[in-house]
């Protein structure tokens, strides 16, 4: 079975802090087809990143990603309010297409 | 602009069924694979389903898989999943997704969701 495990499970941080977000793959991601999501209650899920490290359209440069292979970052830069939310990285290259299990980044 | 709004969630009994749909705009319906996520209540995100633009390709998670059908109707600009046999753990928000132009996988847009509850 195809694992993306998500760490921490919960961050706490003030605004302005840097946030540092990973994800680790049980195999390989081919062609780091890894995808990073903002969840907020309410609203719909947002893509962030795609190809582990191309913001998406209208995506702030202060979120921006890293890593291939099995382990992938996802950095924000200095926490803006409406950053407080959950974040889900997940793999698009084999079906199916695994979520991790979400880290949530909290106001401290 | 993109949108994607989803209906038909609700209350159902173990068993039962229910059929979601999800209206689309803002975009060429036809060019777009499309895709079922859903999460449970306190769990995260879960995929679902997956169908290609041209309705050739259909694929499903194994704790769905002969019970969950997708299906699409390009001429309503409409995506849809019948539910049979729903049990406890099938209550979620359910997520319709649509796939990126250039590579189908990757999701690009969600709709906000629509609660499904399986409770006697």
């Known amino acids: 079975e195809v694992v993306l495990t998500q760490s921490p499970g919960t961050l706490s941080l003030s605004p302005g802090e840097r946030a540092t977000l990973s994800c680790r793959a049980s195999g390989t991601v081919y062609s780091n087809h890894l995808a990073w999501y903002q969840l907020k209650p309410g609203q719909a899920p947002r893509l962030l990143i795609s190809g582990a490290s191309w913001r998406a359209t209208g995506i702030p440069d202060r979120f921006s990603g890293s890593g291939s292979g099995t382990d992938f970052t996802l950095t924000i830069r200095r926490l803006e309010p409406e950053d407080f939310a959950v974040y889900y990285c997940q793999r698009y290259d084999i079906s199916p297409r695994t979520f991790g299990q979400g880290t949530k980044v909290e106001v401290k | 602009e993109v949108q994607l709004v989803e209906s038909g969630g609700g209350l159902v009994q173990p068993g039962g069924s229910l059929r979601l749909s999800c209206a689309a705009s803002g975009f060429t319906f036809s060019s777009h694979s499309m895709n079922w996520v859903r999460q449970a209540p306190g769990k995260g995100l879960e995929w679902v389903s997956y169908?290609?633009?041209?309705?050739?390709?259909?694929n499903y998670a194994d704790s769905v898989k002969g019970r969950f059908t997708i299906s699409r109707d390009s001429a309503r600009n409409s995506l849809y999943l019948q539910m049979n046999s729903l049990r406890d753990e099938d209550t979620a928000v359910y997520y319709c997704a649509r796939g990126e132009a250039t590579n189908g996988w990757l999701i690009d847009y969600w709709g906000q969701g629509t609660l499904v509850t399986v409770s006697p």
């Open positions: 169908i290609s633009g041209d309705t050739t390709t259909m």
